[in-house]
């Protein structure tokens, strides 16, 4: 019996001896993971640009505001996550240095020091000790680490949900009342409310030993997790419960959230300038007639991958043809039934003639609610089906004749004209010097 005592003895303590190693040895692989993560973010912010292009292609205008909503939140949640790696990088590699400098050197030295003993015995009374810093960040890093993802996890979710709950509102609104599909989303908020509420109640001096009201608040906060998180609601409370349980100790943390706070609405407001988020809400800045807007021009926009505007091939026109390509947007599908009614194919035709029917009457459809001014003189151009070799966007294009343009600043105006009053229109300057 002692022999099998003996013998069972490792092997009760080995998986506890290699927790530890795994705890001891987890920072190679965090500085491995952070430098990856560090790339692989900075790969989302293309993601969000991607995303931002879609929601103005797919959503009607009057639905722009929730597109910019989940993805300046995006935006917002990839630039905290990048502040959040940068600085675990760097803590986690000054982390090495004291490791390696406590190796050498295990702590101050009064006898070895190259400053006076008076000197060095103050300076040491204000420096923590060599020990707590290393423990001090290796916290902070293991910390990190886990709140990243965290966030990444949760936002990813979030935004796949309000994606999908959008794609299904505008997808179902034509056959269902759509109040009846606001009733999820009014769900959630109420949940989200109580929630709000009950934390504040709950968290009352007076209140938390209240059993009625603390069992109140577990079950409206695992409901509305659960609503909010759905599958990732368990793994969300936990992390943030360990948290929360360990509050008291760790109040340090506050600042450093803080930090990332600050950092990362810093990155956004810096990376918002390369995106289209903020048409989403001023798109009207790019219908003044007072402002050249560089996307009108081939010549000036090569950097964009996403045409918000018609465009023609420069400022300074110097040929007596115009090239004009008016992006037709997903969105105008619904929009244009106004002007053009609604398609029926006829069976009795091949597929083929079906195709060809469907795209002339399309083309037809476009030359009703598009409309293009020369200097206030309306002018029919005709109009070709047109892949944009550049962004990929499908559009119209066309060919003006400028032989009654003025010598000198012109104005081309096109419109966009869905019936109902529904208008867009969009003034393009340029600068007719014929050769």
Not at 104 to 127: G, M
Not at 168 to 182: A, G, K, T, V
Not at 200 to 219: E, G, S
Not at 412 to 420: D, F, H
Request: glycine share 4%; aromatic share 14%; proline share 4%.
């Amino acid at each position: 019996m002692e022999s099998q005592k003996i013998q069972g003895k490792p092997e009760i303590e080995k998986p506890k001896k290699w927790l530890q190693k795994l705890k001891d040895e987890s920072w190679e692989a965090e500085l491995l993971v952070s430098a990856i993560a560090i790339f692989g973010i900075f790969q989302l912010f293309k993601v969000i640009d991607w995303s931002t292009n879609k929601f103005i292609d797919i959503l009607p205008p009057s639905q722009y505001m929730i597109g910019y909503s989940i993805v300046f939140i995006g935006l917002l949640a990839i630039s905290i996550l990048v502040s959040m790696f940068v600085i675990h990088f760097f803590l986690r590699a000054y982390w090495i240095g004291l490791v390696g400098l406590n190796s050498v050197f295990p702590d101050y030295s009064l006898k070895d020091s190259a400053y006076s003993e008076i000197y060095t015995e103050k300076l040491i009374e204000i420096l923590p000790k060599l020990k707590d810093s290393i423990q001090k960040v290796d916290e902070l890093c293991s910390v990190i680490f886990s709140a990243a993802f965290t966030i990444l996890l949760l936002y990813l979710y979030m935004a796949l949900l309000a994606s999908v709950y959008l794609f299904l509102f505008n997808l179902l609104s034509e056959y269902i009342p759509y109040y009846f599909l606001l009733i999820p989303l009014a769900i959630l908020v109420i949940a989200y409310i109580l929630q709000m509420i009950i934390s504040v109640i709950a968290n009352i001096k007076a209140y938390k030993q209240n059993k009625v009201i603390q069992t109140l608040y577990f079950k409206i906060v695992k409901i509305a997790s659960l609503l909010m998180f759905g599958p990732l609601y368990k793994s969300i409370l936990q992390i943030s419960m360990i948290f929360g349980s360990n509050f008291k100790k760790k109040k340090g943390l506050i600042a450093l959230i803080v930090i990332f706070l600050f950092s990362g609405i810093f990155i956004a407001l810096f990376q918002i300038s390369n995106t289209n988020i903020l048409y989403l809400v001023t798109k009207e800045v790019y219908f003044d007639k007072t402002e050249i807007y560089a996307g009108y021009y081939t010549t000036e926009n090569q950097h964009m991958n996403f045409l918000l505007a018609p465009e023609i091939t420069s400022d300074i026109v110097t040929s007596k043809t115009l090239k004009l390509f008016i992006p037709i947007f997903s969105h105008e599908e619904k929009m244009r039934q106004n002007s053009c009614g609604t398609y029926k194919e006829n069976p009795d035709k091949s597929k083929l003639e079906q195709r060809k029917e469907r795209r002339s009457r399309l083309l037809d459809c476009y030359k009703k609610y598009h409309q293009v001014f020369l200097n206030n003189e309306k002018i029919a151009p005709d109009y070709m089906r047109y892949y944009h070799p550049r962004t990929h966007q499908f559009g119209i294009v066309c060919y003006i004749n400028l032989s009654d343009a003025n010598k000198g600043k012109n104005i081309l105006m096109v419109k966009k004209e869905y019936g109902n009053g529904n208008t867009t229109e969009w003034p393009i300057s340029f600068q007719y010097v014929p050769q």
